[in-house]
């Protein structure tokens, strides 16, 4: 059994437009080409099933059996095809109305908030999806396009200069290839104290004022931060809870002198009125805020609106 050359479709698309019409002039002025034009096609095709297709007579041209075959298989290939730009066509849509964007737990108490709110105030239809997820495991969502954008941050060591600094705003990150990110800004840490501990209203403190104190910190990333902290400040801390949920941090903290929390001055409102005070400690370092993207996402019209947006309001 002979092994047929591999069909073109779009000579097969051109023979159904030829069975529409009735004919090969008539199919010529659909497709604005000359009779010839349409005629080589066919006969090109022809050679390729090494059969005829058509039915030649005097007042057009009409499928034979072969012929219906391949227009019957036309009809699916349009129907691929047309289905393939409606998915394109979303995807344009998307690319230009929607952005996908991961952020840290705190960033959602101000940052995103005042980001979301500042689209809206300059009426930019942007649709935003929020998904909440820590550094580590963003990176992996934007490697494998389930993320347009992502927040994320790193610390300052506690050798380092301070945000102030111009090193600090100079200050990159190292990511995986083909991700890049920009420094859009950063916030400090805060010692968050119930309000009848010894310490909840002096001034100048440092971290090894609270060598005693029994801690709560939030993500894995904070954890490791404050020991490097507090090793460098000479001591071990004694972590008991490690949370970000702010109700809870207040809940565990309640009627509890001995327990302090860390947290970023950017998640401070969700602590209004609860009572606690929040320290600067000498020796507690911050941390820089990142906007990565995932390749191309800068070129889209949504993602080029967020990243500028929240360069623009984090600064």
Known sequence: ????????????????????????????????????????HLAALERTVQMPLLNRHRSGVELNEAGTILVHHADAIERHLEAAQDDLAALERRNHDMVRLGCFTSSLTSLVPAVLEELRTHNVKTEVLLTEVEPDQALPLLR??????????????????????????EATITLPAGLTGRLVGGDDLVVLLPANHPLAHQSGLKLADLAEAQWIVGCESCRSHLENCCQTAGFRPRIT?????????????????????????????????????????????????????????????????????????SR
């Open 1 to 40: 059994m002979s092994v047929l050359p591999a069909l073109d479709p779009k000579r097969v698309l051109i023979l159904r437009i030829v069975a529409q019409t009735g004919s090969i002039s008539a199919a010529a002025r659909a497709l604005g080409w000359t009779p010839p034009a349409v005629s080589q």
């Open 241 to 313: 809870h490690q949370t970000s949920d702010s109700a809870a941090i207040q809940r565990l903290m309640a009627g509890d002198d001995r327990t302090v929390a860390v947290t970023a001055t950017s998640a401070l409102e969700a602590f209004a009125g609860s009572g606690l005070r929040p320290q600067r400690l000498a020796g507690l370092t911050g941390r820089r805020f990142f906007v990565v993207t995932r390749p191309g996402a800068e070129r889209s019209p949504a993602g080029r609106r967020l990243l500028e947006t929240i360069t623009r309001v």
């Open 144 to 169: 494998s396009s389930e993320l347009d954008l992502a927040l994320v941050f790193d610390f300052v060591p506690p050798q380092a200069l301070s945000l102030d600094d111009t090193a600090a705003d």
